[in-house]
């Protein structure tokens, strides 16, 4: 199984609103990623996690807040965000021991759209 | 990591090889050239990666030129299901991060 999932599909939510989005992975990957992308634009980092700890922040703002709960699963917390936020955010997950050439294995992503 | 050019957009017919090429003149020595496709409304998916030598796997082939400051990739029979954006990325050994570039939109035609 090389799938990366990723819930809800799409998502609507006023800035006011409180949010979740949801990646599971059942490869056995130790390394896992949040993107965002803007449309027509190439994906950008947001987080990595490896072995459930962050280990990369790319300076992303505290209304996104992210969680690995366990090796699985990757959450990422929606809280007071702005249209600008609107966006697709992208999942992916990864084989981790340093200095091996892993892919990364994206999820299909979740349609963000602030209103 | 290096920065990549590529085209913005190619054209191809089905049937035929397409040659998406990339420049990296500022690659280092211990960084390799990775290629991702992202096919509309999907994420991005791994095709290949190499270092200084000419990869092939069921996908497609990458040439490195002697000097690796550009790259290209082929697709020796392009289908329609090969109309996506496709990234070059420089990336060194071990690195986590993927840092994607404008990427080259190829088109390919019936």
């Known amino acids: 199984d090389t799938e990366v999932t990723q819930t809800p599909k799409h998502l609507v939510m006023g800035m006011t609103n409180k949010k979740s989005l949801k990646c599971e992975q059942h490869?056995?990957?130790?390394?896992m990623y949040w993107y965002k992308q803007k449309a027509k634009k190439p994906p950008e980092l947001m987080f990595v996690?490896?072995?459930?700890?962050?280990?990369i922040n790319e300076s992303v703002p505290s209304r996104f807040s992210p969680e690995c709960p366990n090796s699985s699963l990757l959450n990422l917390h929606l809280h007071a965000l702005q249209p600008e936020d609107s966006a697709l955010y992208l999942c992916?997950?990864?084989?981790?021991?340093?200095?091996?050439?892993?892919?990364?294995?994206f999820g299909p992503g979740t349609r963000l759209t602030v209103t | 990591d290096a920065k990549t050019t590529q085209p913005t957009s190619m054209d191809c017919a089905e049937g035929r090889a397409a040659n998406l090429p990339c420049n990296h003149s500022t690659i280092s020595g211990n960084e390799y050239v990775y290629w991702y496709r992202q096919i509309h409304s999907q994420g991005p998916q791994y095709i290949i990666h190499?270092?200084?030598n000419n990869e092939t796997n069921e996908m497609a082939s990458l040439i490195i030129t002697e000097d690796r400051k550009s790259s290209t990739l082929i697709l020796p029979h392009a289908t329609l299901r090969d109309t996506a954006v496709y990234y070059c990325?420089?990336?060194?050994?071990?690195?986590?991060?993927?840092?994607f570039g404008q990427g080259t939109r190829l088109t390919i035609n019936p």
């Open positions: 190499g270092l200084k």
């Open positions: 490869m056995g990957h130790r390394a």
């Open positions: 992916a997950s990864s084989r981790t021991p340093p200095g091996q050439h892993y892919e990364q294995y």
């Open positions: 996690y490896s072995y459930e700890k962050l280990s």
């Open positions: 990325i420089v990336r060194t050994l071990g690195a986590q991060k993927l840092v």
